[in-house]
């Protein structure tokens, strides 16, 4: 899959304009999958923190020249973000372990839209992801798996998008993601080498084993959570890059994902 990932790149870079330094990507275009991290970023209701920006500097100096720097603090878990597989295995691998040649990978999107509509519990089958092969062939080993419930367009009203904004409180949660028969599908047959989702958790609110997230870091299968605009996807074809922040020893971080479409 490494020399896939080297082929697909500089594909994707053909008629790149040396002028001015800039790379435009025909026929691609670029979707942005991360949600901007600021005030209204969502965090896990029993999260202490949240993300704060504290101004270090904005104005002129001394010299005469403009200056802004601020520095920032945050949970790795909120917002688009990604768990690392020592989240929920011990021994397993740490955000800065996460090979980055596997979130450069083939976007498989897999869309349960109407069924996470009728159900805000709605978990992902054996049955879907067989539905889905029988449109459009079978998951390749060394695909990212995106989850479209729908939850996106719910961000970033704490109260929709968790199903509950009691503070403090995640037993009441509500919203939809993988089921563990679906995953283990995923991860131990497909070989699939991460699980996103549009949703807080790759386990469903409900949830309070999180089975998804103990079988896919077992197997060093990172998530990608909180993920956005998962609709102007199509269900193959795109190149999803996903990469964190490098965070030494971190059992995740801020995730920037984007995906490459082909127009």
């Given at each position: 899959?490494?020399?896939?990932?080297?082929?697909?790149?500089?594909?994707?870079?053909?008629?790149?304009?040396?002028?001015?330094?800039?790379?435009?990507?025909?026929?691609?275009?670029?979707?942005?999958?991360?949600?901007?991290?600021?005030?209204?970023?969502?965090?896990?209701?029993?999260?202490?923190?949240?993300?704060?920006?504290?101004?270090?500097?904005?104005?002129?100096?001394?010299?005469?020249?403009?200056?802004?720097?601020?520095?920032?603090?945050?949970?790795?878990?909120?917002?688009?973000?990604?768990?690392?597989?020592?989240?929920?295995?011990?021994?397993?691998?740490?955000?800065?372990?996460?090979?980055?040649?596997?979130?450069?990978?083939?976007?498989?999107?897999?869309?349960?839209?109407?069924?996470?509509?009728?159900?805000?519990?709605?978990?992902?089958?054996?049955?879907?992801?067989?539905?889905?092969?029988?449109?459009?062939?079978?998951?390749?080993?060394?695909?990212?798996?995106?989850?479209?419930?729908?939850?996106?367009?719910?961000?970033?009203?704490?109260?929709?998008?968790?199903?509950?904004?009691?503070?403090?409180?995640?037993?009441?949660?509500?919203?939809?993601?993988?089921?563990?028969?679906?995953?283990?599908?995923?991860?131990?047959?497909?070989?699939?080498?991460?699980?996103?989702?549009?949703?807080?958790?790759?386990?469903?609110g409900q949830s309070t084993d999180f089975r998804v997230h103990r079988l896919a870091a077992e197997a060093n299968?990172?998530?990608?959570?909180?993920?956005?605009?998962?609709?102007?996807?199509?269900?193959?074809?795109?190149?999803?890059?996903?990469?964190?922040?490098?965070?030494?020893?971190?059992?995740?971080?801020?995730?920037?994902?984007?995906?490459?479409?082909?127009?």
């Open positions: 899959m490494r020399h896939l990932v080297t082929l697909l790149l500089p594909a994707v870079l053909v008629g790149c304009a040396s002028a001015g330094g800039s790379f435009p990507l025909p026929p691609h275009r670029v979707v942005d999958l991360t949600h901007s991290f600021g005030p209204s970023t969502l965090y896990w209701p029993t999260a202490t923190t949240v993300f704060t920006l504290q101004q270090l500097s904005y104005g002129m100096t001394p010299g005469g020249f403009f200056y802004a720097a601020n520095a920032f603090s945050a949970p790795e878990h909120g917002g688009t973000h990604l768990d690392a597989p020592i989240h929920f295995a011990a021994g397993r691998q740490t955000a800065d372990q996460v090979p980055v040649d596997r979130l450069v990978r083939p976007a498989v999107v897999i869309d349960v839209r109407e069924r996470a509509a009728a159900d805000p519990d709605y978990r992902l089958t054996v049955e879907d992801v067989r539905a889905f092969e029988a449109r459009h062939g079978t998951i390749a080993p060394g695909s990212i798996v995106l989850l479209h419930t729908g939850w996106g367009r719910f961000w970033p009203d704490r109260k929709r998008y968790f199903g509950d904004d009691t503070p403090g409180d995640a037993s009441r949660l509500h919203f939809p993601s993988y089921g563990e028969e679906a995953a283990r599908l995923l991860v131990q047959d497909r070989r699939v080498v991460a699980l996103g989702v549009d949703s807080p958790s790759i386990d469903y299968v990172p998530g990608l959570e909180n993920l956005a605009n998962l609709d102007q996807l199509p269900p193959t074809g795109a190149l999803a890059i996903a990469l964190p922040m490098k965070i030494e020893n971190g059992s995740g971080g801020p995730l920037r994902a984007i995906a490459l479409v082909r127009n």
